[in-house]
């Protein structure tokens, strides 16, 4: 059984940072792509960043490049999104996904976690 564990989430002033994991059981990081994406109370689900064996890290708005950062320890089965200069429109639920290969629509990818919460207070 595929599961993936989102973690790593809380409430932080703009200016921060948060280290968000996803957690990959079931499932081989040389063999599927993660990606990131997040939720906003009242807007689409939108894809953040992905990462995958083959051609590495890609990111989605520019509003994220230069300030997030994602990364793979396969040893540990577990891909990380670093954030930071934290803004309060980053505030959303970040949920972490599993796909063949990275995309940015939702729809590529088959397996998801189940989110954890990112509050940015100004």
């Known amino acids: 059984e595929v599961q993936l564990q989102a973690s790593g989430g809380g409430l932080v002033e703009a200016g921060g940072s948060l280290r968000l994991s996803c957690v990959a059981s079931?499932?081989?990081?040389?063999?599927?792509?993660i990606g990131w994406f997040r939720q906003a109370p009242g807007k689409e689900r939108e894809g953040v960043s992905c990462?995958?064996?083959?051609?590495?890290?890609?990111y989605y708005p520019d509003s994220v490049k230069g300030r997030f950062t994602i990364s793979s320890d396969n040893a540990k089965n577990t891909v990380y999104l670093q954030m930071n200069s934290l803004k309060p429109e980053d505030t959303a639920v970040y949920y972490c996904?599993?796909?063949?290969?990275?995309?940015?629509?939702?729809?590529?990818?088959?397996?998801w976690g189940q989110g954890t919460q990112v509050t940015v207070s100004s």
């Open positions: 996904a599993a796909t063949d290969y990275c995309g940015y629509g939702s729809e590529w990818y088959e397996y």
């Open positions: 079931g499932l081989s990081l040389s063999d599927y792509a």
């Open positions: 990462i995958s064996p083959s051609d590495g890290p890609t």
